[in-house]
């Protein structure tokens, strides 16, 4: 008799509800992608202001205010049901490799969703560039250095990096399927998501918001955010963070827990 793993068995019925959502229901899923990068853009937004005023304090602690502040922007969006394309880089290479859906399904979800997860970031960082804390901001700051020294990274660094920091993220999508108490979850996504944003590594759609918000809030004043140098960085982000995410993570554990063991997660 064959046993399943009871965490797969939730990744099986997210697919079927994604597949269901993307053909039926396209401008829901839309919205629902756009929605992943209003959490990320607000988190985004406190984490930098946070880092900016800690820095002014002690040098090295805007740092770790950032990563702080940051990663509760996974625990809004796993919360508020949003789609967001790094997990969904897990969610579509499980859902091939467990034969639930095609390559052409797959891909179709995975693009839809980093698109509309880009639209959403670019104006939703608009917007945010709009209030208080962004308006006539200083020419040297956390937040413009942290975007400049992203924009420097070699290619081979940000692949990665982005490989890095979508096993993180997705580690936080496994073990919040896996945990029932929302008392442990949550601290237990900040944790897991202070990893990356720690240490600086690169993930695609959060920097939609952030390269947006950075952009806006200087007036297009940082000196290497070309439209070359944003493309380079995004692009091989995607690249890493596939490699991190749907492989490294979505399909050595679809792998792993395949029913013809008792050894499942």
């Known amino acids: 008799m064959k046993t399943y793993s009871p965490m797969f068995e939730q990744i099986d019925g997210s697919i079927t509800k994604k597949v269901d959502l993307i053909d039926n229901h396209f401008v829901r899923y839309a919205v629902r992608a756009m929605l992943a990068c209003l959490f990320l853009t607000l988190g985004t937004a406190v984490a930098f202001w946070i880092a900016i005023q800690g820095e002014n304090i002690v040098h090295g602690l805007g740092k770790m205010l950032y990563a702080f502040m940051f990663s509760w922007s996974l625990v809004m969006i796993l919360y508020m049901n949003a789609e967001l394309g790094t997990?969904?880089?897990?969610?579509?290479?499980?859902?091939?490799y467990r034969k639930k859906i095609n390559v052409a399904k797959a891909l179709k979800i995975l693009f839809t969703c980093v698109l509309f997860n880009l639209i959403g970031g670019v104006i939703f960082a608009y917007f945010v560039s709009l209030t208080g804390?962004?308006?006539?901001m200083d020419a040297n700051?956390?937040?413009?250095?942290?975007?400049?020294?992203?924009?420097?990274?070699?290619?081979i660094q940000i692949i990665v990096e982005g490989a890095f920091a979508n096993i993180v993220v997705n580690t936080a999508v496994l073990v919040s399927l896996r945990m029932k108490d929302d008392g442990g979850k949550v601290p237990a996504i900040i944790f897991i998501i202070f990893i990356f944003a720690f240490l600086g590594y690169e993930h695609v759609i959060a920097n939609f918001p952030a390269f947006s918000l950075a952009f806006f809030a200087s007036g297009g004043t940082i000196a290497n955010m070309t439209t070359g140098a944003v493309i380079h960085n995004l692009v091989f982000a995607f690249i890493g963070n596939y490699i991190g995410g749907g492989l490294i993570i979505g399909l050595v554990y679809a792998w792993l827990d395949k029913p013809n063991?008792?050894?499942l997660d």
């Open 87 to 96: 997990s969904n880089m897990l969610y579509v290479t499980v859902g091939v």
């Open 133 to 136: 804390p962004f308006l006539n």
């Open 141 to 155: 700051n956390y937040m413009f250095e942290a975007i400049a020294a992203k924009l420097d990274k070699s290619t």
């Open 261 to 263: 063991t008792h050894y």
